[in-house]
C-alpha cells in the first residue's frame, strides 16, 4: 500500500468507477488499518479490537478485490482469517469461576470453538497448493498435505502435525513464492510478495497451535478423559 500508493489508487479507481478521493481513503484506511492493527498486536494493546480491525481489512479487500470470485484467493484469505482467531483466543485469558480457587465448570467455550474454527480455516492454505500432476513429489506433498491438514482440523496430535506442516509449508512458500528473484519492472514480483507474506502469516498461525495446542474441542483434549 505504501510503495504503490498511486497503481493502488488507480486500480480501485478503475475497477469500481469510484473515483480519485474514494478510491485514495480506500488506500489510507487498507494502510493505516494493517500497521496500526500489527503494532496493536506485537505491542499486547487492545489484542481482540486490533484482531478486529484486521478482520475488517481482510474482508474489505476480499470485495475490493473481487477475490470472492477466485477461488485461490479466497480460500487463501479464509485461512488469514484463521491465523487472526487464533490470536484473538490467545488474548482471552480463561475463564474464571465466581468462586476464588474452584475451577470453571465448562473451558472457555467462546476460545475453544474459535481455536476450531481457527484449525478449520487454516488447513485451507493447504487446498491452494493441492494439485492433480502426475509428478512422483507432487503425489506426495498432496498425500502429505493432506493428511497432516486433517489431523490439524481434528485436533489430533496437533502440536506434532502443525509442526510439520510448518516446515512443510516454509519449504515450499521459499521454492514456490521467491519473489526476490524478479525483477522489479515485472507484475509477477507483486502477486509472488503477497503470496509470500500471505503464507508467512498462516505460518504464524500453525506456531500458535505449535505453541498453544488445539484447545477443548479436539481429539487430543478429548483422549485426556478417555
Request: aromatic share 12%; charged share 15%.
Amino acid at each position: 500500500m505504501w510503495v504503490q500508493w498511486n497503481e493502488q489508487r488507480e486500480y480501485m479507481d478503475m475497477n469500481w468507477g469510484c473515483g480519485k478521493f474514494l478510491a485514495t481513503m480506500f488506500v489510507l484506511v487498507n494502510l493505516v488499518g494493517q500497521i496500526g492493527g500489527c503494532v496493536m498486536v506485537l505491542g499486547r494493546l487492545k489484542v481482540s479490537i486490533a484482531c478486529w480491525m484486521l478482520f475488517s481489512i481482510v474482508v474489505l479487500q476480499t470485495i475490493a478485490y473481487s477475490v470472492l470470485w477466485d477461488i485461490q484467493f479466497l480460500l487463501r484469505n479464509l485461512a488469514l482469517i484463521g491465523a487472526l482467531l487464533l490470536v484473538l483466543a490467545e488474548s482471552r485469558g480463561e475463564a474464571r469461576s465466581l468462586f476464588a480457587g474452584v475451577p470453571s465448570l465448562g473451558e472457555n467455550k467462546p476460545k475453544n470453538f474459535m481455536q476450531l474454527a481457527g484449525r478449520v480455516l487454516l488447513a485451507f492454505m493447504f487446498i491452494t497448493l493441492i494439485r492433480f500432476e502426475l509428478s512422483f513429489l507432487q503425489i506426495v506433498q498432496d498425500i502429505i498435505g493432506s493428511i497432516l491438514m486433517v489431523l490439524v482440523t481434528i485436533g489430533y496430535k496437533t502440536k506434532l502435525s502443525a509442526l510439520i506442516l510448518v516446515a512443510l509449508l516454509t519449504v515450499l512458500n521459499l521454492y514456490h513464492n521467491a519473489w526476490w528473484t524478479i525483477p522489479a519492472y515485472k507484475p509477477l514480483r507483486d502477486f509472488l510478495k503477497y503470496d509470500f507474506f500471505q503464507t508467512l502469516s498462516v505460518i504464524g498461525g500453525l506456531l500458535m497451535i505449535v505453541s498453544l495446542g488445539p484447545g477443548g474441542v479436539s481429539m487430543d483434549e478429548h483422549k485426556k478423559k478417555w
